[in-house]
T-cell receptor, first 115, second 115 residues
Framework: RKEVEQDPGPFNVPEGATVAFNCTYS??????FFWYRQDCRKEPKLLMS???SGNEDGRFTAQLNRASQYISLLIRDSKLSDSATYLC????????????????FGKGTHLIIQP | DVKVTQSSRYLVKRTGEKVFLECVQD?????MFWYRQDPGLGLRLIYF???????EKGDIPEGYSVSREKKERFSLILESASTNQTSMYLC??????????????FGQGTRLTVV
């Protein structure tokens, strides 16, 4: 069964601090990995893709550990505007071979940055 | 600018009604998805489609059907609405590259209430 697990939080973090989330996935056939951000009452939007070598985008760093089947997101120098729900997303190709990207979402980690 | 448009932001329907949720994307994407999002359960995939007239069941297809007659349009159908189908419904689309794993763009969501 496809499954993506995240700590739901909430994580209450002071402004300027560093915060890290982990996400584990159960299907070793998972091929692609992403972090999405969802603000309250809004649709999810891509924050960053996660590559095997790890990748960084400004204050955000994502890492993938295929052996242990987890991905992580690190946010440095957190801002009030970082308050949101962060969704871990895993892509597993459809068994039918049609090639569709079957995105599976974790339930999200709720982050609250406090002034 | 990429755009996924859902026909309604809010919808109230009666138990037993047949309900159509429409989604249109203007990015010429092959893949389209329907999710529902509920508190504590996260986003769950209902159906997806990787080509015109093609469809795949997601994790929770029961009580739903879909239609993809044109590439840009993906419809979700509730054959006989029930109160447990009260939820936020999110449509998404993505490209279909050979290697898999591209960004999914979401519509703004339709909050459906079945009374």
């Amino acid at each position: 069964r496809k499954e993506v697990e995240q700590d739901p939080g909430p994580f209450n973090v002071p402004e300027g601090a560093t915060v890290a989330f982990n996400c584990t996935y159960s299907n070793s056939a998972s091929q692609s990995f992403f972090w999405y951000r969802q603000d309250c009452r809004k649709e999810p939007k891509l924050l960053m893709s996660v590559y095997s070598s790890g990748n960084e985008d400004g204050r955000f760093t994502a890492q993938l550990n295929r052996a242990s089947q987890y991905i992580s997101l690190l946010i440095r120098d957190s801002k009030l505007s970082d308050s949101a729900t962060y969704l871990c997303v895993v892509n597993i190709r459809a068994e039918s071979g049609g090639g569709a990207d079957g995105l599976t979402f974790g339930k999200g980690t709720h982050l609250i940055i406090q002034p | 600018d990429v755009k996924v448009t859902q026909s309604s932001r809010y919808l109230v329907k009666r138990t037993g009604e047949k309900v159509f949720l429409e989604c249109v994307q203007d990015m010429d994407h092959e893949n389209m998805f329907w999710y529902r999002q509920d508190p504590g359960l996260g986003l769950r995939l209902i159906y997806f489609s990787y080509d015109v007239k093609m469809k795949e069941k997601g994790d929770i297809p029961e009580g739903y059907s879909v239609s993809r007659e044109k590439k840009e349009r993906f419809s979700l159908i509730l054959e006989s609405a029930s109160t447990n189908q009260t939820s936020m419904y999110l449509c998404a689309s993505s490209l279909q590259p050979a290697g898999g794993g591209t960004e999914a763009f979401f519509g703004q969501g339709t909050r459906l209430t079945v009374v």
